[in-house]
């Protein structure tokens, strides 16, 4: 019984990797025409079956958009093919950001847009009312939620030490012999404020959390370092301390803020 078992066992084995295996091919091939030029009904033919499976779509829909953004920016020809591919399968955003993709969409256009010259016209929002007063022929470009923000802030304490005897000439004051040695020291520590919503637009900025609410115009900026998962500003002025915001792409807002100027 038990050989018969492991016969059992070892086909139904391979017919799961055989299973595997045409789903990768399906999606493959979905990738492919996505890619092309051609008339999206082949994806049915593909199948086999009028309503196509919304995950191999998905799964083909990413693919193909890893080869779109190989050079890491968008066309307008890829773009339209997008475009055609939603609107012919019914697919919204949500349906095609499960892993990001859509997302790196919306990115690589805004880029395209603004090393153009043009103001984008591509925002991903995902937030209620905005709780900034933006000026006059501001626009929105891209808003990042639950924004971790911190800044540099320096602490001071005071050490000192003396030698001598301490005379006492009033009520209250005392002179003291001898001499005396002391220091302030400064201390350097990243602190944590809060965690918000940064708002990129044109012109400004912006950042919002029950802490701490402020703006930052781009002709303030003098410095931006980019990190994977954030971004460490430097503003001018005098007393301007570096500000950090992370759990954000950090070089995605890096090249926003840096090419900014591009739009005035």
């Known amino acids: 019984m038990s050989f018969l078992k492991n016969i059992f066992s070892s086909k139904n084995k391979v017919k799961f990797e055989t299973a595997k295996q045409i789903h990768r091919d399906i999606i493959e091939e979905v990738s492919s025409l996505i890619l092309s030029n051609k008339d999206f009904q082949e994806i049915t033919d593909i199948t086999g079956e009028n309503k196509v499976d919304i995950h191999i779509l998905q799964k083909g829909f990413d693919k193909a958009i890893e080869h779109f953004?190989?050079?890491n920016i968008l066309s307008e020809e890829e773009e339209e093919r997008i475009t055609?591919?939603?609107?012919?399968?019914?697919?919204?955003?949500?349906?095609?950001?499960k892993n990001g993709s859509y997302i790196k969409v919306a990115q690589s256009k805004i880029m395209r847009q603004i090393l153009n010259g043009e103001t984008p016209n591509a925002v991903?929002?995902?937030?209620?009312?905005?709780p900034f007063n933006l000026t006059k022929n501001e626009k929105v470009v891209w808003l990042f939620n639950n924004v971790k923000y911190s800044e540099d802030t320096v602490q001071r304490s005071y050490v000192g030490g003396s030698r001598g005897v301490s005379v006492r000439v009033a009520k209250g004051v005392y002179l003291r012999g001898g001499s005396y040695k002391g220091k302030i020291v400064e201390t350097n520590y990243l602190k944590y404020v809060g965690t918000g919503i940064m708002l990129m637009t044109n012109k400004h900025v912006y950042y919002g959390s029950n802490q701490k609410t402020f703006k930052i115009p781009h002709s303030k900026i003098i410095g931006v370092t980019p990190f994977s998962d954030g971004i460490q500003v430097f503003k001018d002025g005098a007393n301007a301390k570096?500000?950090?915001f992370t759990q954000i792409d950090g070089l995605f807002a890096y090249n926003l803020i840096s090419n900014m100027n591009l739009l005035e």
């Open 69 to 71: 953004l190989d050079d």
């Open 84 to 97: 055609s591919f939603m609107e012919y399968f019914n697919l919204s955003q949500q349906d095609l950001d």
């Open 124 to 130: 991903y929002i995902n937030s209620g009312t905005l």
């Open 242 to 244: 570096a500000q950090y």
